[in-house]
């Protein structure tokens, strides 16, 4: 039987949420942005960060760098930035050894989030990555889990399991993949409806020792 992991990267692999308040704090003292410019540029950058993004964050604080050059400090940023704990690396390999396929799925452009998975050294702990911008569909289309499926050479139609935070892009997408489930919770609760998890977790760690125990 197959045994596939899907995982995702931002706040599951990686904490995303603190580096990215930090490069909004330093760009915005940096800048000399009012608090409210700066509640602003986090929720845009937090929902999609992406090259256009630093366009509109260009013109709208008529900014003298290119988009370009700001992007690229960005993604320089947030590459140091962005950590992943050593137990969960060690967890990773744990399920390459025991028999597992494993692969981050992971919506972004391909430069910062191949930056984020070298820097963090989660690369070298999985079968493959797989960048929405490179696929061409993000989650929670079928296409971006066919995609990592296949990227380390598994067969979606298979199955296998989807490890992440996201509630519509991680498991309503896992889901309507034909995939098994589990939700990192934080400390949140699951919003209800459709589609619930078969399982969730606080956090990755707890979600690796959970994979180890079924078949
Ligand atoms: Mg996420």
């Not at 706040?11 to 580096?19: A, F, I, M, Y």
């Not at 330093?26 to 999609?48: C, E, G, I, K, T």
């Not at 979606?156 to 935070?165: P, R």
Request: with cysteine; glycine share 10%; proline share 3%.
């Amino acid at each position: 039987m197959q045994r596939l992991a899907i995982f995702d990267l931002d706040n599951t692999l990686v904490d995303r949420q603190g580096p990215l308040t930090d490069w909004v704090s330093a760009f915005s003292s940096q800048n000399a942005l009012s608090d409210l410019d700066r509640a602003d540029l986090l929720q845009l950058v937090h929902a999609r960060a992406h090259p256009s993004a630093f366009e509109t964050i260009r013109a709208q604080y008529g900014l003298t760098p290119s988009a370009e050059a700001l992007w690229r400090d960005y993604c320089v940023y947030m590459a140091r930035s962005v950590t992943c704990p050593a137990d969960v690396l060690e967890g990773l390999s744990t399920l390459r050894r025991t028999g597992w396929k494993v692969v981050v799925a992971t919506n972004g452009t391909t430069e910062i989030q191949t930056a984020k998975v070298t820097m963090s050294g989660i690369v070298d702990h999985v079968d493959a990555v797989c960048a929405s911008e490179a696929v061409g569909v993000r989650k929670p289309e079928v296409g971006m889990f066919e995609g990592a499926a296949a990227a380390c050479g598994a067969d979606l139609a298979l199955g296998g399991w989807v490890i992440g935070d996201g509630v519509d892009t991680d498991i309503r997408g896992g889901r309507a993949a034909g995939l098994r489930t589990i939700w990192i919770s934080g400390s949140r609760t699951w919003p209800g409806g459709d589609a619930e998890p078969d399982h969730a977790t606080t956090d990755v760690c707890q979600a690796i020792d959970l994979l180890l125990t079924v078949s």
